[in-house]
């Protein structure tokens, strides 16, 4: 029942890096593996541990600090007795003119002496009962939050991307089918160090914009140049996708603005499908061509068609 502040050796009106500073330096002056042949060592870490739990949790350093709790944690004053003149953690109080031990009254409740039951009853005046005296769990240290940029192929075909984390040390992420911009990747045990264990990492994707693929929804799209020959006779032309280039098949006759689909090549859903890659073709037409400004002019002739009639004008 040491006051928290002393075994730490901070004042009561220490900040909490005050406190996380103090708790660093003694942990690695008395941790178990540096003292494996003295003992108190030992026990002085789990004092130390269990002073920094509680001052480290601003509600029950609240409630220590107004005297509600002990350095333990347990109630200081159950049900409103305590202090001066108290037996086994009860005050003999008046009741009727008659004094009486309040820890009889629930011996004779719980079928043996306060402090001496186990399994649920009363264990150390109040451990057990109700919660009161449980220890708590250590805590664990900080997550830590990183950002990693992911290229617009390498999500779609879900490739793997290395990390390097606050240590220096890398790891090698799979990305999750689904996977989009704010996408949040848990490694656990690979934040801070604390008392109770390391916290974990916490990864945020973000999948970067790209010069030629475009996101839509779970589908790609690609604006593809193909030659006005190309167009007018078709051809077999190639076309990048996130995984690799493949041929696409033009057809004959074909006008800018025309889509065609190549399926699977776009990003992998969780129900283990996958977009498509959608390829609108986009007529390059040479500039300052002689032949092709002589052939067109000979053309117009025979163009009678108007292909904006559909839009009244």
């Known amino acids: 029942m040491a006051d928290p502040y002393a075994t730490l050796g901070v004042e009561r009106s220490a900040s909490e890096a005050d406190i996380k500073k103090a708790y660093r330096k003694l942990a690695k002056e008395l941790h178990p593996d540096r003292n494996q042949d003295n003992p108190k060592a030992a026990e002085r870490f789990a004092q130390v541990t269990q002073a920094y739990d509680l001052l480290t949790d601003n509600d029950k350093r609240a409630r220590y600090d107004r005297g509600e709790i002990d350095g333990d944690g347990n109630p200081a ?72 940029a992911v290229s617009l192929p390498d999500a779609a075909r879900l490739a793997p991307q290395r990390i390097t984390l606050g240590d220096g040390k890398t790891i090698d992420l799979k990305l999750p089918a689904g996977v989009e911009t704010g996408t949040q990747m848990r490694l656990a045990g690979k934040g801070e160090e604390g008392p109770g264990g390391a916290g974990d990492a916490i990864v945020t994707i973000d999948i970067q914009p790209h010069r030629y693929f475009a996101r839509a929804g779970d589908d790609i799209r690609l604006d593809l140049p193909i030659t006005l020959s190309e167009a007018v006779l078709g051809a077999q032309v190639r076309v990048p996708t996130p995984d690799g280039p493949v041929m696409l098949t033009v057809p004959k006759g ?60």
């Open 254 to 313: 074909s006008s800018s603005g025309k889509v065609l689909r190549l399926k699977g090549r776009g990003f992998h859903r969780k129900d283990k499908t996958r977009g498509d890659l959608l390829v609108t073709l986009m007529i390059d037409l040479p500039a300052d061509d002689a032949a092709l400004t002589e052939f067109v002019q000979g053309w117009q002739e025979h163009d009678k068609g108007n292909p904006r009639g559909r839009m009244d004008v």
């Open 77 to 148: 004053m159950p049900f409103g007795y305590g202090g001066p003149g108290s037996q086994g953690g009860f005050r003999a109080s008046e009741f009727g003119g008659e004094t009486v031990d309040i820890g009889d009254i629930f011996e004779g409740l719980f079928g043996g002496g306060a402090g001496k039951r186990g399994g649920g009853g009363f264990t150390g005046g109040f451990g057990g009962f109700g919660g009161f005296g449980r220890k708590q769990a250590a805590a664990k240290g900080a997550n830590v939050a990183y950002k990693l």
